[in-house]
């Protein structure tokens, strides 16, 4: 939706300083992107001012989305087949103050725009993995040590009474530590 409002506030200024220049060198700019399969601004009559594919500027549109959007003042987001690919169709008007000058339609291929979003998700189901591998290495050598401080007090006590046991009364257990062991 970015896109489209850029694209809009793009179309207003050319409109303003009837500069259509300012336009077309945005939509060879925005054609690079992979996700955009294509950019138009359209007349409020109906008439591609500019395109991204330059054979289309000048021709009239006259498509379901075009029915739907002409009577509205709001973002409309379609979904629509164009060449025979999935498309998200974001359609933005174009005003200068409050007078509606046309239409910008932006069109997004959901085929790129789903990789991105599986790429996005693979890589945080990794770092998730990682994190809770790392956990689980932490909470293992923590659980080490804190059961080898809990062990070694009452091992000592075990090994001092088995002494006392064989009778050997002298015997003195060196535990230092301050609870219920020491």
């Known amino acids: 939706v970015r896109d489209a409002e850029l694209l809009s506030e793009i179309a207003k200024e050319s409109v303003v300083i009837s500069d259509e220049l300012i336009l077309l060198n945005y939509m060879k700019l925005i054609k ?8 138009m601004f359209v007349s409020t009559t109906g008439f591609i001012v500019a395109h991204t594919d330059f054979e ?3 021709a009239d549109i006259n498509d379901d989305i075009w029915n739907k959007i002409s009577a509205s003042d709001k973002i409309e987001i379609n979904d629509l087949v164009d060449n025979n690919k999935n498309v998200l169709d974001i359609s933005v008007p174009v005003k200068i103050q409050l007078d509606k000058v046309g239409y910008v339609r932006l069109g997004l291929s959901k085929e790129v725009i789903d990789k991105d979003v599986q790429e996005s998700l693979n890589k945080m189901r990794n770092r998730i993995f990682i994190v809770a591998i790392a956990a689980l290495f932490l909470g293992l050598v923590g659980s080490f040590i804190f059961a080898q401080t809990m062990t070694n007090p009452i091992k000592k006590l075990a090994e001092g009474a088995t002494k006392v046991g064989e009778g050997k009364l002298d015997t ?11």
């Open 172 to 182: 003195v257990i060196n535990v230092k530590s301050r609870d219920e062991l020491g």
């Open 56 to 58: 289309k500027i000048n």
């Open 32 to 39: 690079k992107k992979p996700e955009i399969a294509y950019a």
